[in-house]
């Protein structure tokens, strides 16, 4: 099965900094795609951003981007310019692009805390 | 355009009952996905229905069962309910059950187990 890990349960930023939050994955497959999902204390999970293992160019969305390194199986989330609205709990999830294989597999999470 | 709900919001129940949690997904999602949410295991997939048949289950035992109705909406029923059910249950919906296709999440249903 594949395994998602995020090594930082806890991270701070200072508004209007940048942040980068680490996710690493294991699978012996070759066409996938990654998530970023964001989860405020309201609970409701949010995309923030996915990428295609297929496509080279890094996803970006906004003040979002990834920093996907295939051949590493690597794939960190940089929110520039934080605001205090991006505190949340951040899960970095893979999904398979094999045929009835379409659940997530998510990280532990990372909770991010943005200083005023 | 209203996105995924969920309802209850809180359920309370004891050992040994039975619970039932609704799901409706975003109008033209055909795909049903239920994730468990227990503190100290992560978000851990539970069930997928897709043009309501059961398509995929995680690894959870038999009294986790469900259905999708004709329209698409979803029920979750935990059967014999043990302590450690208690949990948030999050349901998403996808437009189809293609691997391109992006999951997107209710606000959840609390179960709590006394």
């Known amino acids: 099965a594949q395994t998602v890990t995020q090594s930082q349960p806890e991270m701070s930023v200072q508004e209007a900094e940048t942040v980068t939050l680490s996710c690493t994955y294991d699978?012996?497959?070759?066409?996938?795609?990654l998530f970023w999902y964001k989860q405020p204390p309201s609970r409701q999970m949010i995309l923030v951003i996915r990428?295609?293992?297929?496509?080279?160019q890094n996803a970006t969305e906004n003040r979002f981007s990834v920093n996907f390194q295939k051949a590493a199986k690597s794939f960190s989330l940089k929110i520039s310019d934080s605001q205090l609205g991006d505190a949340a709990m951040y899960f970095c999830?893979?999904?398979?692009?094999?045929?009835?294989?379409?659940?997530?597999?998510f990280g532990t999470g990372t909770r991010l805390t943005v200083i005023p | 355009e209203a996105g995924v709900t969920q309802s209850p919001t809180h359920l309370i129940k004891t050992r040994g009952q039975q619970a039932t949690l609704r799901c409706s997904p975003i109008?033209?999602?055909?795909?049903v996905y239920w994730y468990q949410q227990a503190l100290g295991l992560g978000l851990q997939f539970l069930l997928w229905?897709?043009?309501?048949?059961?398509?995929n289950r995680g690894n959870f035992p038999p009294r986790f069962s469900g259905r999708q109705f004709p329209n698409y909406s979803s029920e979750l029923n935990v059967n014999a309910l043990e302590l450690e059910d208690s949990a948030l249950y999050l349901c998403?919906?996808?437009?189809?059950?293609?691997?391109?296709?992006?999951?997107?999440f209710g606000p959840g249903t609390r179960l709590t187990v006394l």
């Open positions: 990428q295609e293992a297929y496509k080279q």
């Open positions: 109008s033209g999602h055909t795909s």
């Open positions: 229905y897709d043009e309501g048949e059961e398509r």
């Open positions: 999830a893979y999904r398979s692009d094999k045929t009835g294989a379409n659940n997530l597999f």
């Open positions: 998403a919906s996808s437009l189809a059950s293609f691997g391109t296709d992006t999951q997107y």
């Open positions: 699978t012996s497959e070759s066409d996938y795609y």
